[in-house]
C-alpha cells in the first residue's frame, strides 16, 4: 500500500513537472497560435480560390452527353451552389464535427484519404533532400570559410550562385536529359519499379532509394547553395569573434576550434532556418514531382488546381501549412536543445 501511495505521489509530480515545464507551455501557446492561424490561413485561401472564373461544374458543361439538369444536381451535391461564406462556414463545421474534409470532386473519394496516400511519399522525398543539402552544405560551408579567398574558396563561391542561379524547373529538365543520356541506369518515371511487389524488403527499400536519387538532386541543388553560402558568412562572422582568437592562442586544436568552439555558435542561425527550408522542400516538390512522376502531395495539388477540384485543393493547402507549422516548432526546439541559454518564450 506505501509502495503504491509512493508510486501514485512520483507519478502524479512527474506529471505535473511535464505539465508545469517551460517546453510543454511553449508546445501549447504554439498549438493554439497554430489554430488561429489555419483558422485564417485556410478562411484566405479559400476565397483567394473562389475568386478564379468558373468551378469544376462549369467545364461538365462542355460534355454534350450530361444534361443540364444532372449540372444543376451536381451543383447542389457538392455545394456549389450556396455563397461563398456558406461554402467555406459548412467546409469548416465538417472537419470540426467529423474531421471529413469533403469529397474530391475529380476522385469520388474522401479528401482526406487521397492526401494521406500522397503525403508521405512527399515528407520522404523532402527528408531526403534535406539530409542530403545538410551533409553536403555544412561541411563546404565550413570549408570555404577556413580556407577564405583560397581557390577553394573562389570555387565553392561559384558553384553556389551557379546552383542558386539554376531555377528549380531548369535544374529538374538538365537532370531528366541526364537520365535519358545514362538510360537505363536512373529511373524518372514513379516511385517504384514494375516488379516491386516481387521484391525482399530490402530490394524494396532500394528500389524505392534508387527513383529517389535524380528528385532528390533536383530539390538539394537550389537548397545547398544558399544553405552553403548562410554557412561560410555565418562561420565568418564568428571566427572574427575575440573568443575564437584566445581558444587559438592557448593552443587548442584547430580542428576543435572550428568545429566545436566556431560551428556550435553559427549553427543557431541555420537551425531557425531549417523550419522554412521544409516549407520550401515541399513547394519544390511541386516541380520535382511533376517532372519525374513522383506520386506525392505536390502533383495531387496540381491536378487539383487544374480541374478546380475545390476541397482536394484547400485540404493539400491546409496540409501545406500545417507542414510549415511543424517544421518551425522543431525548429525552435532544436535550438532550444543546441543552446540551453535560449528561452523559448523568446521565440516568437
Known sequence: MITTKISLQASRDW??????????????????????????????SFFIIQLAPGDYVDTLRQNPKISPERIEELKRQFGL???????????????ITK???GTSFVYQRSVASLIWERVPATLLLAIASLLVTWAIAIPLGIIAAVKQNQLLDRVLQLLSYAGQGFPSFITALLLLIFAQITAPLFPVGGMTSINHNDLTWFGKIMDIAWHMILPTMALSITSFAGLQRITRGEMLDVLRQDYIQTARAKGLPENRVIYVHALRNAINPLITLLGFELAGLLSGAFIAEFFFNWPGLGRLTLQAVQAQDLYLLMASLVMGAVLLIVGNLIADLLLKFADPRIRLENLN
Not at 81 to 95: H, M, N, T
Open 81 to 95: 451552389d450556396k455563397s461563398w461564406p456558406e461554402q467555406y462556414v459548412l467546409w469548416l463545421r465538417q472537419i
Open 15 to 44: 506529471l505535473m513537472g511535464l505539465v508545469t515545464s517551460e517546453t510543454f507551455l511553449y508546445i501549447l501557446k504554439r498549438v493554439l497560435q497554430a489554430l488561429l492561424t489555419l483558422l485564417l490561413a485556410s478562411a484566405l
Open 99 to 101: 474531421g471529413d474534409f
